[in-house]
C-alpha cells in the first residue's frame, strides 16, 4: 500500500459477480475474469481483502440493462424494498479500495475523486446516497459490524423500474461459483444475516419479485 492511502475499512458486502473471490480479484489487483470481454486495471490499493464472510441479505437480486462486460446479458442489481432473502458475500476491504471497485464497475479507472470512500464510512446505518445516476452509483448502508460499516453500491431505482433482462451464462456462472464459496464459508459457522438492512430509507415500499434467481 502506498504512504497516504485511506486505511478506514468497510465491509464491501458483494450480491452479484464479485461474491467469487477470483472476480473480485480482478477489481482489486488487475485482470480479466474468465469469460469476461474487459480487462480492469485493479485498485490503487491491490490488497486482497483480510476477511470475508457469508451474508443473507432481506432484499432481492433482479437482473437488467445491458452488460459489455460479459457480452451483452442482464447484470444484477439489488433490490432492498422486494423481499428476500438474497445470497451475498462480505470482503472487509478499504473505504478506498471500495471506491476504486465502484468506479470500475462503472467502466471507469480508479480516482481519488470518488466520494463514496469518503460517505462509506461517514453515513449513518440505513442511508441510501446517489453519487451519479449510473447503475452502480447508488450507496446503501446497511449495517455495522464490530464498528465497521457494511455497505454496498446498486441502482438509484427498485426492480420494478426497468426491463429485465437474464445474463448470459458466462455472468451466471461466476454467480453460482460465488454462492458455491458462501455456502463453503456458512458450513465453518462464519455466516451472518443482516437485519437492519430492512430499515434502509427512500423508495416505494411495494415492489414485484425480481425476474430471476442465482
Known amino acids: 500500500m502506498m504512504k497516504g492511502m485511506s486505511q478506514a475499512l468497510v465491509w464491501y458486502v458483494s450480491y452479484g459477480s464479485n461474491m467469487s473471490r477470483d472476480r473480485l480479484a480482478c477489481y482489486l489487483q488487475g485482470g480479466r475474469p474468465p469469460g469476461a470481454f474487459v480487462t480492469y486495471p485493479g485498485a490503487r490499493d491491490t490488497a486482497l481483502p483480510s476477511a470475508e464472510m ?3 441479505l432481506p432484499g432481492s437480486i433482479y437482473f437488467a ?5 460479459w457480452g451483452g446479458g442482464g447484470m444484477a442489481f ?3 424494498h422486494v423481499p428476500g432473502p438474497a445470497p451475498a458475500k462480505a470482503y472487509l476491504i478499504t473505504a478506498e479500495q471500495f471506491a476504486d471497485v465502484a468506479d470500475q464497475e462503472m467502466n471507469r479507472p480508479p480516482s481519488a475523486d470518488n466520494p463514496l470512500e469518503t460517505l462509506a464510512s461517514e453515513l449513518p446505518v440505513g442511508s441510501t446516497h446517489s453519487v451519479g445516476p449510473g447503475g452502480y452509483e447508488t450507496l446503501l448502508v446497511l449495517d455495522r459490524r464490530d464498528s465497521i460499516p457494511m455497505v454496498t453500491f446498486t441502482a438509484p431505482h427498485g426492480s420494478d ?5 437474464t445474463p448470459n451464462e458466462a455472468y451466471l456462472s461466476m454467480l453460482r461459483r460465488g454462492v458455491d464459496e458462501i455456502k463453503a464459508v456458512a458450513e465453518v459457522g462464519t455466516s451472518a444475516e443482516i437485519g437492519s438492512v430492512s430499515e434502509i430509507k427512500g423508495g416505494a415500499e411495494s415492489r414485484r ?3 430471476a434467481q442465482v
Do not use: N
Request: glycine content about 10%.
Open 54 to 56: 457469508g451474508i443473507e
Open 65 to 69: 440493462g445491458r452488460s459489455t462486460v
Open 78 to 80: 439489488y433490490d432492498h
Open 161 to 165: 423500474a426497468v426491463t429485465h433482462r
Open 209 to 211: 419479485p425480481a425476474a
